[in-house]
């Protein structure tokens, strides 16, 4: 029997989205595009899709594109806050943690514990940002904000993908306190893990960032990369797996 697993999203609080609907390794990036319901980034205009477990290793389908390929393009993730200006003529592979444009092209990062996060403003530019705590340290999101804001944004809403939880993600008194500093307190960030350890919640600490810079939230997925068993985990089970994010203005870019 098919169970769904529930995310919040500001217009729908209760967003259904079947669980143990598999798709083999070898099926086209094409085909496994198509069968991922996209996610509308509130009333931007913007689209995005999220991929987990069951769609394979992002990074087999993502990298083994033509080094010129436009189709969908992607960084080298360094955990920084390099942004890369994506258009039809750049070529994937640059260093950074995050693209924006403000063409008609895909654009997609990949994580496996870190968050993703898509950004969309109704001037017509996105963004697909790839945030770690390294990367919300070194200012990642507010750095793509200001790349967008260059290109024109006023009003800019989000699609919040998972990412490990708190009851998982055990961490260092000295490295909290470097997340700390960077939010200024204007989020909880301080929680436990299941087993009472001190622990990062770093969804928390991202859309506290989101709020404070006046980004929308549209859409979160609450689910925990770690212990839901539904995503590749690196830190969890040592996966070399990768599910992605992938990011455009207009759907027909994803027909």
Known sequence: MTTSTYLHSSNNPRVAIPNGVG??????????LDRLEPIQIGASGGIAKFTDRKFGDARAWLMEQEPNSSKIL????????????ANASTRSGEAGDALVTA????????????????????????????????????????????????????DVEAAVGACIGPECYEFGEVEL????????????????????????????????QLHFLGVSIAWNDIRCTACSGEFFSARMNGDSGRQSLIVCHTSPLFG
């Open 23 to 32: 798709t083999e390794p070898e099926i086209s990036e094409e085909f496994r």
């Open 74 to 85: 992607w960084v080298k993730q360094v955990h920084g806050s390099q942004i890369v200006l």
């Open 103 to 154: 063409d008609r092209v895909r654009i997609g990062v990949m994580v496996a514990d870190c968050l993703p996060i898509a950004l969309s403003s109704h001037e017509g530019v996105v963004a697909a940002v790839h945030c770690g705590w390294r990367g919300l340290v070194a200012g990642v999101i507010p750095k793509t904000l200001q790349v967008m804001q260059s290109l024109g944004c006023v």
């Open 177 to 208: 306190r470097m997340v700390e500093a960077t939010l200024r307190n204007s989020g909880e960030v301080r929680s436990l893990t299941s087993n009472g350890v001190l622990s990062l919640d770093l969804k928390a600490a991202a859309l506290a």
